[in-house]
């Protein structure tokens, strides 16, 4: 299991580094308090209003990076870091949350495909790698084993699939949002340019889980046909 913990400890470092400095970056990007004196909620509840969707509220979460748009009460949630600030990362995480609504009111086919695959993850998730770790042990000597442990990773590999999907997802989005800020005139160029930087490390982050969940589950496959070999 050896090859197992080295990928848990590549990405992890990986993970760790990319989430530490889209902190550093929103922290920075705080400082730069918006010309145009809008809160988060405001800039949100504006780019709802331009794409002409009304029936979608925006509303405050607990937490930092909490952020996330509700398909099923139509929400728009804002963390406390972005719903009453006033500055440029507030303005990249409303605009960008709002680009999901906006996917949602479009029926933008990624979006939709990862609505479906959310409850058959949810529930693969569970059972994974109880089947892929104890379908491992018996297969030392048995091929009841081997084929519970191809099981489990078939239930993982719905989860690898559920983090690609995810990407064009939220890269859809921000480019949405800097679209919309940059059209709209809500931002100078200084505050565009670091809304962008901001984005642009917070999609870094699904892009190291999927590349993360890719990597293990090739792992697995691999670990399950050199014991079929044996």
Request: one cysteine or more.
């Amino acid at each position: 299991m050896g090859g197992y913990y080295l990928v848990l400890i590549v990405f992890g470092i990986v993970s760790s580094v990319v989430n530490s400095t889209l902190k550093r970056k929103f922290k920075k990007y705080s400082k730069i308090s918006l010309r145009n004196g809008l809160s988060g909620k405001e800039i949100a509840e504006q780019m709802l209003i331009d794409h002409g969707i009304r029936d979608v509220k925006v509303v405050s979460t607990p937490g930092m990076l909490t952020d996330h748009y509700n398909p099923k009460t139509k929400t728009v949630n804002l963390s406390e870091g972005v719903y009453a600030q006033r500055n440029a990362s507030a303005a990249a995480v409303a605009a960008h949350e709002c680009g999901h609504a906006v996917q949602h009111n479009i029926g933008y086919e990624w979006l939709q495909m990862r609505s479906i695959l959310v409850p058959m993850v949810s529930v693969a998730s569970n059972f994974s790698m109880w089947m892929i770790f104890g379908g491992l042990f018996m297969a030392q000597g048995t091929a009841f084993g081997q084929t519970v442990a191809m099981i489990g990773v078939a239930l993982f590999g719905m989860g690898t699939l559920f983090s690609f999907i995810t990407l064009p997802v939220e890269y859809d989005a921000s480019n949405r949002a800097i679209a919309w800020l940059k059209r709209k005139n809500m931002v100078s160029q200084q505050e565009l340019a670091g809304a962008e930087d901001a984005l642009k490390w917070a999609a870094r982050t699904y892009v190291v889980a999927a590349l993360g969940s890719l990597a293990t589950l090739l792992y697995f496959v691999l670990r399950i046909m050199g014991n079929s070999r044996d």
